[in-house]
Nanobody, 115 residues
Framework: VQLQAFGGGLVQAGGYRRLSCAAS????????MGWFRQAPGKEREFTAT???????NYDDSVTGRFTISRNDAKNTVHLQMNSLKPEDTAVYYC??????????WGRGTQVTVSS
């Protein structure tokens, strides 16, 4: 099983970026998928999740600015990030959780927001 995240890059404050993550090796259509991020010098933290039934949950710091979505036909999960702030600078990791609670992680993609 592999998760490949892409879409990171450099963006100016106030701008937007769309991250995507493609899973291979199995389907996660009935499972939680999500995004976490790790800023320099900090622990990895929850950002957003989406259930198999498309129930979404967001960290307070991104609510109203970020939108998580999924395409089960393509086994992908996306994170639309709007109104980006310098404090959103981090490595963003996609993750998926299987039926036994095991997490699978992607390699991460860097997002840098310049002020």
């Amino acid at each position: 099983v592999q998760l490949q995240a892409f879409g990171g890059g450099l963006v100016q404050a106030g701008g937007y970026r769309r991250l995507s993550c493609a899973a291979s090796g199995r389907s996660f259509r009935r499972n939680y998928m999500g995004w976490f991020r790790q800023a320099p010098g900090k622990e990895r933290e929850f950002t957003a999740t989406i259930s198999g039934g498309r129930r979404t949950n967001y960290d307070d710091s991104v609510t109203g600015r970020f939108t998580i979505s999924r395409n089960d036909a393509k086994n992908t999960v996306h994170l639309q990030m709007n109104s980006l702030k310098p404090e959103d600078t981090a490595v963003y990791y996609c993750a998926a959780r299987d039926e036994d609670g095991m997490f699978y992680w992607g390699r991460g993609t860097q997002v840098t927001v310049s002020s």
